[in-house]
């Protein structure tokens, strides 16, 4: 299975901030990798897929990036609504697998 | 709009089958463009994917689960199904219905959720 290491797994941070979140896997993507947002008591929502390609309606602040086995996802300016826990999941190979997740707490 | 909404027991006791449904709306399962998908989340945890089926029939299944494990789709109602057998406590989680897209043979992320069904294991 590919291992997927998230870093850092939490980080305060003020509004206005800008965060990077990073994710290294196991063995190179080819860019097959998504990065989730995931708010108290909601589901999951899909920020970006393909390593780079946000999703629609994401806020173009939201940025990924990265290839091979190391990827990032920037938030250029973080907005109160942003803090989150965010989770990377490759799907190079079956079985898909997530990283452990970051939290962004407000500072 | 597409939605999906899980239901089934908020509680199951050990050792039984604990079985989910989740219903999707605004989308035909049998489109074929999607894989739907099982996905878990222990409390206070990350997320941990249990399988996914095709409107096919493929299935995919975490190895770690696969015997206990049966994921269907029933076309006619547009619901996708979870069993999951001999249930532990290690069971408890949030379990979460999603419609993934991606690639061939399971290679696929989840870009439609559902809101979650609690599920807790206990006598």
């Known amino acids: 299975d590919i291992q997927m290491t998230q870093s850092p797994s939490s980080l305060s941070a003020s509004v206005g901030d800008r965060v990077i979140i990073t994710c290294r896997a196991s063995q190179g993507l080819s860019n097959s990798l998504a990065w989730y947002q995931q708010k108290p008591g909601r589901a999951p929502k899909l920020l970006v897929s393909?390593?780079?390609r946000l999703e629609s309606g994401v806020p173009s602040r939201f940025t990924g990036s990265g290839s091979g086995t190391d990827y990032s996802l920037t938030i250029s300016a973080l907005l109160p609504e942003d803090f989150a826990i965010y989770y990377c999941?490759?799907?190079?190979?079956?079985?898909?697998?997530f990283g452990g997740g970051t939290k962004i707490e407000i500072k | 709009q597409v939605q999906l909404q899980e239901s089934g027991p908020g509680l199951v006791k050990p050792s039984q089958t604990l079985p989910l449904t989740c219903t999707v709306s605004?989308?035909?399962?049998?489109?074929?463009?999607?894989?739907w998908a099982w996905i878990r989340q222990h409390p206070g945890k990350g997320l941990e994917w249990i399988g996914f089926m095709s409107h096919s029939g493929l299935t995919y299944y975490d190895p770690s689960l696969k015997s206990r494990i049966l994921v269907s789709v029933d076309s006619s109602k547009n619901q996708v199904s979870l069993s999951l057998t001999s249930v532990t406590a290690a069971d408890t989680a949030v379990y979460y219905c999603?419609?993934?897209?991606?690639?061939?043979?399971?290679?696929?992320?989840?870009?439609?959720w559902g809101r979650g069904t609690l599920v807790t294991v206990s006598s």
């Open positions: 605004g989308d035909s399962i049998s489109s074929g463009l999607y894989y």
């Open positions: 393909g390593a780079s």
């Open positions: 999941q490759q799907y190079f190979a079956v079985p898909v697998t």
């Open positions: 999603a419609r993934a897209s991606g690639y061939s043979h399971g290679r696929v992320y989840f870009d439609l």
